[in-house]
């Protein structure tokens, strides 16, 4: 089974801190995704990559970065937290597209707190 | 971008009962529709999935069924038992893009 292997599962940190959410995946998957989950709003696509130093925005990149410097690790990054950023995220994982499924593996999530 | 509309947003069942989770959604160029469960402290891992070559798929206790015509796809859980209590999302890949767009979610509490 693939495991996702997210670092932090609970974080508490200060508005304006610089915040880094670590994720490492044990299968060769090419993608690989981060998520916030909040509730009633779901699973929002934060950003995705499909290859080693390449990354994608997804549907609410505002306030995060990422960086992908090999292909095992994902990391999230907020460069300012605000505490509109306190929320749940989760790191997944996919094979290369194939045939149309995309089939996540996700992680256990990391909760953060922005006082 | 896709959007996809799930409800109910919470849903009480009897143990043994059926349980049912709908979903709509808009215009898809890829044809894979799955359902993730969640439970708490977890992430969200894939339940079932379906390609619509098929109107229904079913796994067990679960089964989808796919209205291709009306964009809807729906998650039927039959003799719901206790242990399925838990967060349901459903997901549709987007117009040009094999990324899944979420449902909010169906929290499911079966009750004995």
């Known amino acids: 089974d693939v495991k996702v292997t997210q670092s932090s599962r609970y974080l508490v940190k200060r508005t304006g801190e610089k915040v880094f959410l670590e994720c490492v995946q044990d299968m060769d998957h090419e993608n690989m995704f981060w998520y916030r989950q909040d509730p009633g709003l779901g699973l929002r696509l934060i950003y995705f990559s499909y290859d080693v130093k390449m990354k994608e925005k997804g549907d609410i990149p505002e306030g995060y970065s990422v960086s992908r410097e090999k292909k095992e690790r994902f990391s999230l990054i907020l460069e300012s937290a605000s505490t509109n950023q306190t929320s749940m995220y989760l790191c997944?994982?996919?094979?290369?597209?194939?045939?149309?499924?995309?089939?996540?593996?996700f992680g256990a999530g990391s909760r953060l707190t922005v006082l | 971008q896709q959007q996809v509309k799930q409800s109910p947003q919470s849903l009480i069942v009897q143990k043994g009962g059926i349980s049912i989770i709908n979903c709509a959604y808009e215009n898809t160029a890829f044809d894979y529709f799955p359902w993730y469960q969640q439970f708490p402290g977890k992430g969200p891992a894939l339940l079932i999935a379906?390609?619509?070559?098929?109107s229904e798929k079913k796994e067990g206790r679960f089964t989808i069924s796919f209205n291709k015509s009306a964009k809807q796809f729906s998650l039927h859980i039959m003799d719901s038992q206790p242990g399925d209590s838990a967060t349901y999302f459903c997901a549709a890949p987007g117009a040009g893009s094999y990324q899944l767009t979420f449902g909010k979610g169906t929290k499911l509490s079966v009750i004995p």
């Open positions: 379906i390609r619509p070559d098929v």
């Open positions: 997944a994982t996919s094979v290369a597209w194939n045939s149309g499924a995309n089939v996540l593996t």
